[in-house]
Every structure is written in structure tokens, then in C-alpha cells.
């Protein structure tokens, strides 16, 4: 007992000996004279704002074009693609469908005899069930009014998300310098703007990639500035309404921002991914909304990415995980909250002003919106091992 006692005391000795403030380990001294909030893993920026011309360009087409009632259809638009979910799954479908039916038998009262009106009733009841508890996912075709709505609704926030991310890369790679974009479901262009703004020296391709083509001819109107016969804002930017077949063309920089919902099942989202992968030579960027299904969305494109398997190998090089969180383990977040990340913008001036919701709220001037990303690069680059030293 006595020395129990005595462990104790020593114990409580040894624990008085630190102070119990957090403390700054500040020996490295590798901020120098910078202040804490120079920090380089702080990455966050501050409102993000589309380029002049891009902004003005958009509030040009929209006025020209003049959509009535732009401003609800708008935000249903916005509503829409946020709570969109994955498409079922064919295998899962059937699953539930037959536990739903085995559910429905046995409520049936044991002495009954089957009939074929029961086995007629318990289809309908199996049918209904699946009706209500399953997500109807429905492909989403982007017509001239859709691209024009999504235009108002998405072109500055989904830029400025990119842009985010972009940012990573460039803060942390200094050195990288893409000559080479492939952005699929390239939209309006938001990903070629944000690409152009932090390395248009560089670049000397941009390839969009997107299977409307309202899309493409909307988002070579904005880089003319509005009118059909305007010079182009960037130069070398190329549409496609399909990836490039060739497996051997790399790009430095591929890219896809909310697009990989649109395909209609797992097995189109991962050969997606692996033409992706295939494609890229330096870094793959993926970006999709901060929801639960966004973040899964990216989950299932970094196993796809790590697991490797394509059949059409080019380039040897390893994938390994970039950001947000660089290493190759299960995301423990996986199945709690997104993994997200808010990000401020300013809006187009448009005429109304966006409600406060969960998707946009107003903060300190800005737009806030939630968004989720991954960036997988190959490994040769050695990016990112620089910090913390
Ligand atoms: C939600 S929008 C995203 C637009 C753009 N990335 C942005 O951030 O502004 C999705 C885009 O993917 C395109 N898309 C859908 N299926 C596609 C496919 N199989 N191949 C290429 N693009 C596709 C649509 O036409 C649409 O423009």
C-alpha cells in the first residue's frame, strides 16, 4: 500500500513538471521573422473571385440570352446537383429487392397456402418499397438552357473550389510547371480559368473534354468574351466530346470538377478514372461537392487509382496520394462526416442575391461553399516531401 502511495506521489512530482499550456516547439525556426498566419500549410485563401473578364463574360451571356425566372431555376439546379446521390448498383438492387421480398413472406400468416395473387401482391409490395427507399438517379442532359442555368448557378463557386485546390499544387510544388491540361467534363471551363490564372505561362494545352456540345459552345463563348466572333481570351483551348483515344498522350495536369456523378454506374466511374489515371503524367485533380457522396465518390476513385489493374499500362510510374491527406490508408472518415473544405467567393453580380443555405452561406462578404478533393500524382515527382521538414 505504502508503495503504491509513493508510486503516487512520484507520479504527481513528475506530472507538475510541465505546465499544462500547450507549447510551441519554435527550435527549427522555419518561419523566421514571418508571422504564424504566413505558416506555409496554411493553404486557405481568401474570397476567390472569377477573372474580370470570365465575370464579365457570364453576366454578358446571361443578359443576351435572357432566361425567364434564370433566378429559381438556378437555384433548384444548384439544389439538385447538391443532394444528388450515386446511381444504385444493379447487384445491390437485386439484394435489396430480395430481402425485401423474403420480408414480405414472412408476414404472410404461416397457415396460408402461397397463391399466385400472394406472389402477384408481394411483387407489387417489393416494387413499391424499392420505389421509395432507392435513390432515383436520372442522367442529367446539359441542353443550351441547362448549360445557361448552370452557368448562373455554378461558374463562380465551382471556380473558386478549383482554384482552392489548384492552389495546393502550387504552393507546394514550386517547381511544377504543367504545359499540358485534360479536364474532363470541362463545363463552362471554371478548371481552364483557374489553370490559366496560377500557370498560364506554362501552359501551352488546354483540353477539354465534355460529351455536350452546349457545354463547349458555351464555354468557348465565355473565353471570347460573349460574342462568337471575340478573340480568345486563352489561347490553345480544345474541345472534345470524348477522351483522346491514344493511351500514350500524357498530360501534365488532368482534371475533373463535378463531373463523375454524371456516369451512370460504378463500373463507368472506375474505367473513367483509370483513362484518367492513364492520361496523366504529373498530377490527377478530382474535386466533387463536400456531401457524403462526394467524398465517397473520391474514395472510390483513390482505391480505383491505388489499386492499379488497367489493362492498357503505359507509364509504370506508382500512384501515391497527394492531398488532402497523403498517405494510402483507409480514410477513417469514410463512413462519418465528408471530408470537406469551405472555400469563399465572391458571386457573379447577378440580380438576386443567393439565400442562405447549407450549400451557399454568406460569411464576411463572401460565399461559402463546401466542396471535397483528392490529388493523386506520380511518384518520380517527389512533390510535397518538402514540408514540414
Ligand atoms: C456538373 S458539370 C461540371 C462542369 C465543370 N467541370 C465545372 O466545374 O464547371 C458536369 C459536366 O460533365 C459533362 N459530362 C457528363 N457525362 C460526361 C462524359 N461521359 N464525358 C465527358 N463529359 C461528361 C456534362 O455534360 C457536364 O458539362
Not at 145 to 172: C, H, N, P, W
Not at 203 to 221: G, I, P, R, W
Not at 248 to 261: E, G, H, I, P, R
Not at 267 to 291: C, M, P
Amino acid at each position: 500500500m505504502l508503495s503504491i502511495r509513493f508510486r503516487f506521489l512520484q507520479i504527481r512530482t513528475m506530472s507538475s513538471a510541465t505546465s499544462g499550456k500547450p507549447q510551441l516547439d519554435n527550435s527549427s525556426n522555419f518561419l523566421s521573422e514571418l508571422p504564424h498566419r504566413k505558416h506555409p500549410g496554411i493553404l486557405n485563401l481568401n474570397i476567390v473571385r472569377l477573372p474580370k473578364e470570365a465575370e464579365n463574360a457570364a453576366e454578358y451571356i446571361l443578359k443576351k440570352f435572357n432566361i425567364q425566372h434564370l433566378e429559381e431555376y438556378a437555384a433548384s439546379l444548384t439544389n439538385y446537383l447538391w443532394s444528388r446521390k450515386r446511381p444504385i448498383e444493379d447487384t445491390d438492387l437485386r439484394i435489396k429487392a430480395s430481402a425485401l421480398e423474403t420480408a414480405f413472406r414472412t408476414a404472410l400468416p404461416e397457415s396460408e397456402i402461397v397463391t399466385p395473387a400472394h406472389n402477384r401482391k408481394i411483387k407489387h409490395q417489393v416494387l413499391t418499397a424499392l420505389r421509395k427507399q432507392t435513390y432515383n438517379w436520372q442522367p442529367l442532359s446539359y441542353t443550351e438552357q441547362i448549360s445557361l442555368m448552370y452557368l448562373a448557378a455554378r461558374f463562380d463557386g465551382g471556380y473558386a473550389a478549383v482554384t482552392r485546390v489548384l492552389q495546393e499544387i502550387y504552393k507546394r510544388v514550386p517547381d511544377f510547371k504543367p504545359e499540358s491540361l485534360l479536364d474532363f467534363g470541362s463545363g463552362v471551363g471554371s478548371v481552364t480559368w483557374a489553370t490559366h490564372a496560377l500557370w498560364g505561362t506554362s501552359v501551352k494545352e488546354y483540353m477539354c473534354v465534355d460529351t455536350s456540345a452546349s457545354m463547349n459552345q458555351l464555354s468557348e463563348l465565355i473565353l471570347r468574351g460573349g460574342e462568337e466572333s471575340g478573340d480568345m481570351h486563352i489561347n490553345n483551348v480544345y474541345y472534345r466530346q470524348f477522351l483522346p483515344v491514344s493511351p500514350k498522350m500524357q498530360y501534365d495536369l488532368v482534371t475533373s470538377a463535378f463531373s463523375l456523378n454524371e456516369l451512370p454506374n460504378l463500373s463507368a466511374r472506375q474505367k473513367t478514372i483509370q483513362a484518367l489515371w492513364r492520361k496523366t503524367g504529373g498530377f490527377l485533380v478530382l474535386v466533387e461537392n463536400g456531401t457524403k457522396e462526394g467524398h465517397q465518390l473520391l474514395m472510390e476513385a483513390r482505391d480505383t487509382v491505388l489499386r492499379g489493374g488497367d489493362k492498357e499500362i503505359w507509364d509504370n510510374r506508382p500512384a501515391c496520394i497527394f492531398a488532402p491527406c497523403p498517405h494510402q490508408l483507409k480514410c477513417p472518415r469514410l463512413q462519418k462526416l465528408p471530408c470537406n473544405f469551405v472555400q469563399q467567393y465572391q458571386s457573379l453580380p447577378l440580380k438576386w442575391v443567393r439565400t442562405t443555405n447549407y450549400i451557399n452561406t454568406t460569411f464576411g462578404g463572401g460565399v461559402c461553399r463546401f466542396d471535397s478533393y483528392l490529388i493523386s500524382h506520380r511518384t518520380h515527382l517527389n512533390a510535397g516531401r518538402s514540408f514540414p521538414s
